[in-house]
C-alpha cells in the first residue's frame, strides 16, 4: 500500500469519533468518521477506504448487519468493536465476516496496531497467496485463482472469498492432509497467538465450510481432527 491507508470509522460517539481521527491522523493514516450506517454508506460513495472500524451497538442498523452487508459487497478488512465481555457480538462478528475485533474500552495504540496487522494481510493477500502466488489450484470440484482471489465451481459459478477466508484456504492448500493445530492457523493467517478460548479459527472455519463443502454439517474437504486441530482433506493440483 503506496498512499496513507484511509481509515472509515463507524461509530455514534463522537467523542470516540473524534478522538480516533485525531490519533490516526496523527500517526500517518487518514481518517474519516461517521455516526451510523446511513453516513457511512454516503461516505463510501465519495470515498475509496482501505480499511473500516465498526461498532456493533449502532441506532438504526446495527454493526453485525452493516458487517454483514459490506462482506456481501466485497472484500474490504473489517476490524469490530465490541462491548467488554460481550463475547456473543465477536463470534457473531467474525462469522459474519469481520477480520478482526477489540473490546471496548480500549488502548488507540492496540487499535492502530491491529490496524496496521490486518492491512498487512490484506495487502499480501491482494498480491500473493503466499508460494501460490499466481496459480491456479483445483481441488475436489473447485479451482481457486490465488491472483483475483475467487473460487471456480464445475458449473463456472464464481465464489467471492473475505480476505480471512482467502488466507485460511492458502494456508490449507500449501499443506494438504498435514494436520494443523487452531494455534498454528492463528498465526499462519493473523500472525498472533492464540488466546485463551479464541475461537477465531473455528468461526472461520465454519464460514470457509459453508463456501465450499456440500454438506458444511459434514464435511469433508477440510476435516476436524479431534484433539489435534484441522486438516485439508483433498488432493490439490496445479492448472495451467
Known amino acids: 500500500m503506496t498512499h496513507p491507508p ?12 473524534d478522538a480516533l481521527v485525531k490519533y490516526l491522523e496523527k500517526n500517518g493514516m487518514r481518517a474519516t468518521a461517521a455516526a451510523d450506517a446511513v453516513a457511512m454508506d454516503a461516505a463510501m460513495k465519495v470515498g475509496q477506504f482501505d480499511l473500516v472500524v465498526l461498532d456493533v451497538m449502532m441506532p438504526g442498523e446495527d454493526g453485525l448487519s452493516v458487517c454483514r452487508r459490506l462482506r456481501a459487497q466485497g472484500g474490504i478488512p473489517i476490524l ?41 494481510r490484506s ?9 501460490l502466488a499466481g496459480h491456479r489450484l483445483a481441488f475436489d470440484r ?28 492458502t494456508a490449507f492448500l500449501e499443506r494438504p492432509r498435514f494436520v494443523l493445530s487452531r494455534e498454528q492457523l492463528l498465526d499462519l493467517t493473523s500472525g498472533r497467538a ?3 478460548f479464541d475461537r477465531t479459527i473455528d ?25 489435534g486441530g484441522y486438516s485439508f482433506a483433498a488432493d490439490v493440483k496445479e492448472m495451467p
Open 142 to 169: 473447485w479451482v481457486l485463482d490465488t491472483d483475483r482471489r475467487t473460487l471456480t465451481d464445475s458449473d463456472g459459478a464464481e465464489v467471492t472469498l473475505t480476505t480471512a477466508e482467502f488466507r485460511l484456504l
Open 6 to 17: 484511509h481509515i472509515l470509522i463507524v461509530d455514534d460517539h463522537r467523542e470516540i469519533r
Open 203 to 227: 468461526n472461520q472455519i465454519s464460514r470457509l465450510r459453508r463456501k465450499i463443502e456440500a454438506d458444511p454439517a459434514k464435511p469433508v474437504l477440510i476435516a476436524t481432527v479431534w484433539g
Open 194 to 196: 492464540a488466546q485463551v
Open 123 to 131: 495487502d499480501r493477500a491482494e498480491v500473493a497467496g503466499g508460494s
Open 80 to 120: 469490530m468493536l465490541t462491548a467488554l465481555g460481550d463475547e456473543t457480538d465477536r463470534i457473531v462478528g467474525l462469522e459474519v465476516g469481520a477480520d478482526d475485533y477489540l473490546p471496548k474500552p480500549f488502548n488507540p495504540r492496540e487499535l492502530l496496531a491491529r490496524i496496521k496487522a490486518i492491512l498487512r
